[in-house]
């Protein structure tokens, strides 16, 4: 089953503008990670942010989570058209991380 | 690239065939897991080893599933008398020593169609 649901499922931005995707969870969790996958490959660890944190950056991204709501954003900023990919997130109810259905971003030049 | 590597990167069989996947994950990395994706979905958790023990497997590895770590170094994923529904891409990950929650280091996967 799937713990995160990532929303919209689709995005499509034009090169330049921000991206936002946000992520819900069901169960309690000690941190939140986002990963980005490219289409056909491996997933590539982009920010984790833990449950006693609030908001987190690095580089163009923002990451916010309030666990009050048990639910998380990512924000790309000055998004760029190899920001091109599927971006999940995910948790770690138990010993391995639980992962949503994903937001497909689509960046057009 | 990550540092960890998956063979073969794509693997055609006929149903009823058995197959064996490979996963090399970074070297230090004492934990390592399986995980199971299929067309627009995210990937599903089957099975992690700390070392060379076997510590949690999903219920979707149904016993014709397999999985091995024998050295506490790679790890060989055995899938026997596959089925259409079998097909997806299987993916690697690791982890490093004492962060079980932390982030992990995935391979480029292995897609296997079975026809």
């Known amino acids: 089953s799937q713990q995160g649901e990532e929303d919209p499922q689709a995005l499509s931005i034009q090169e330049g503008e921000n991206a936002t995707m946000n992520c819900s969870y069901k169960?309690?969790?000690?941190?939140l990670q986002w990963y980005r996958q490219n289409s056909g490959r491996g997933l590539v660890h982009l920010i984790l942010?833990?449950?006693?944190?609030r908001e987190k950056h690095s580089g163009r991204l923002r990451v916010t989570l309030d666990t009050s709501k048990k639910s998380s954003s990512l924000l790309i900023t000055a998004s760029r058209a190899a920001d091109t990919a599927s971006y999940f997130c995910?948790?770690?109810?138990?010993?391995?991380?639980?992962f949503g259905s994903g937001t497909r971003l689509q960046v057009q030049p | 690239d990550t540092g960890v590597s998956q063979d073969p990167r794509h693997k055609i069989t006929k149903r009823g065939q058995n197959v064996t996947f490979r996963c090399d994950p970074i070297?230090?990395?004492?934990?390592l897991y399986w995980y199971r994706q299929t067309l627009g979905q995210g990937p599903e958790f089957l099975t992690y080893?700390?070392?060379?023990?076997?510590?949690?497997k999903s219920r979707l590895l149904s016993d014709r599933f397999s999985a091995e770590r024998p050295k506490g170094s790679f790890s060989t994923l055995e899938i026997q008398r596959t089925e259409q529904g079998d097909s997806a891409m299987y993916l690697c990950?690791?982890?490093?020593?004492?962060?079980?929650?932390?982030?992990?280091?995935f391979g480029p996967g292995t897609r296997l169609l079975v026809l």
């Open positions: 990950a690791s982890s490093r020593p004492g962060a079980p929650q932390e982030t992990q280091y």
């Open positions: 169960t309690s969790i000690n941190n």
């Open positions: 942010i833990r449950s006693n944190e």
């Open positions: 995910a948790t770690v109810p138990g010993g391995a991380l639980t």
């Open positions: 070297s230090e990395h004492n934990r």
């Open positions: 080893f700390q070392n060379e023990a076997q510590l949690e």
